[in-house]
Every structure is written in C-alpha cells, then in structure tokens.
T-cell receptor
Framework: KQEVTQIPAALSVPEGENLVLNCSFTDSAIYNLQWFRQDPGKGLTSLLLIQSSQREQTSGRLNASLDKSSGRSTLYIAASQPGDSATYLCALSGYGNNRLAFGKGNQVVVIP | DGGITQSPKYLFRKEGQNVTLSCEQNLNHDAMYWYRQDPGQGLRLIYYSQIVNDFQKGDIAEGYSVSREKKESFPLTVTSAQKNPTAFYLC?????????????FGPGTRLLVL
C-alpha cells in the first residue's frame, strides 16, 4: 500500500521568502503525482501534475520536481506572498486506475 | 460555468439517521469520487465510479452507500452504520478513470452529528 508523507506538517515564513515543501512516498510504481492547494473549509485546487516520465513541472512561481528513484517530490514556491497561505497536499496515482493516495498536507502561513 | 457543486454546505445528523450528500458535475466527466477528510489528515477514498451504473468501494466504504444513475450525479448516503461520521466530505470528478487524468474537486460538505 502506498504511504505518502509530507514534511513539515506546518511552517511559517516571512513574505518574500522561498517555500520548499516535501513529499515522500514508499512505492515508486506511480503513474503521476499531483500537488493541490486547500484553503480552510474549502475544496482542493490542482496546482501541478507531473507524469511519472517527467522530472518537473512549472507554473508561474510554482515548480514541482519528481524523483521516483528516491521516492520524493518537492514543491517550490518562489517569493512567497500572504495569499499563498494554505494547506498543500501531495497525491499519487498508480497504474491502471485513478485512485489517489494523499499525504496529510503542509500547512503554510506566510507572514506579511 | 462548468464545475462541481456539493450540497448542503453543512449537514447535521441525528443518532440513527441516514443522510444523503449531493454531488453534481456539468463537466461531462465519466469518473466521480467521494473522499472523507478528518482534521489534520489526508483524504481517504470512500467510493468511486468510472461510469454510469457502476461503482467500486474505496478504502473506507463501510457505513456508506452510493448510486450512479446519471452521469452528472453521484450522491453519497451516510448510513446509521457509520459510527463516526463527523468529517469534511469532498466529491471529485475526472474525464475518465485513468491514472493520468486530473481530478477536479467540489467545495465540500461538512457533516456534524447532533
């Protein structure tokens, strides 16, 4: 069974600093990995999806990398803003189905 | 606007009562999913459906039931057999049931027990 771990569980950074969020997983036989954002009491918004054959994806200030051999993914948010305050969830899908295995999330607070 | 709607936003359940959470999508997606989220926890899959009139159990299906009579709708019933139903419930959909397809999420329903 796929186990997904996100460290740290919570962090605070001053505005302008770069954010680095980590996701590790136990089974490297994945189809893709997604990073989601969740605001308090809200649903999830997909940020980036990395196929298993890819090493990274970028969207604006966000960059996500994937290293299947070491079972790790990193979400990098450049020049953080107070609006980046949210919980970031990592999720992986296996081959043949779209069942996602989620981590518990990284709760981020960006201090103005 | 295309998207996923869930209703109600808050739902209260009395002891021994069955309650139904609504999920509707107008994205023309074949696959739909129900997840449960507890405080400080990741999402856990309850049920999923890859096509109309078909659905499969997820990791925590006990005490829940679903139906998929229409492509647009995937209601979840929380039965009295679910002894700890207090949680945030999220519905999602994707174009199909393959692993490369992004899931899109609704705004969620928070279920509380009276």
């Amino acid at each position: 069974k796929q186990e997904v771990t996100q460290i740290p569980a919570a962090l605070s950074v001053p505005e302008g600093e770069n954010l680095v969020l980590n996701c590790s997983f136990t089974d490297s036989a994945i189809y893709n990995l997604q990073w989601f954002r969740q605001d308090p009491g809200k649903g999830l918004t997909s940020l980036l999806l990395i196929q298993s054959s890819q090493r990274e994806q970028t969207s604006g200030r966000l960059n996500a990398s994937l290293d299947k051999s070491s079972g790790r993914s990193t979400l990098y948010i450049a020049a953080s803003q107070p609006g980046d305050s949210a919980t970031y969830l990592c999720a992986l899908s296996g081959y043949g189905n779209n069942r996602l295995a989620f981590g518990k999330g990284n709760q981020v607070v960006v201090i103005p | 606007d295309g998207g996923i709607t869930q209703s109600p936003k808050y739902l209260f359940r009395k002891e021994g009562q069955n309650v139904t959470l609504s999920c509707e999508q107008n994205l023309n997606h074949d696959a739909m999913y129900w997840y449960r989220q507890d405080p400080g926890q990741g999402l856990r899959l309850i049920y999923y459906s890859q096509i109309v009139n078909d659905f499969q159990k997820g990791d925590i299906a006990e005490g829940y039931s679903v139906s998929r009579e229409k492509k647009e709708s995937f209601p979840l019933t929380v039965t009295s057999a679910q002894k700890n139903p207090t949680a945030f419930y999220l519905c999602a959909s994707s174009i199909g049931g393959q692993g490369w397809q992004t899931q899109y999420f609704g705004p969620g329903t928070r279920l509380l027990v009276l």
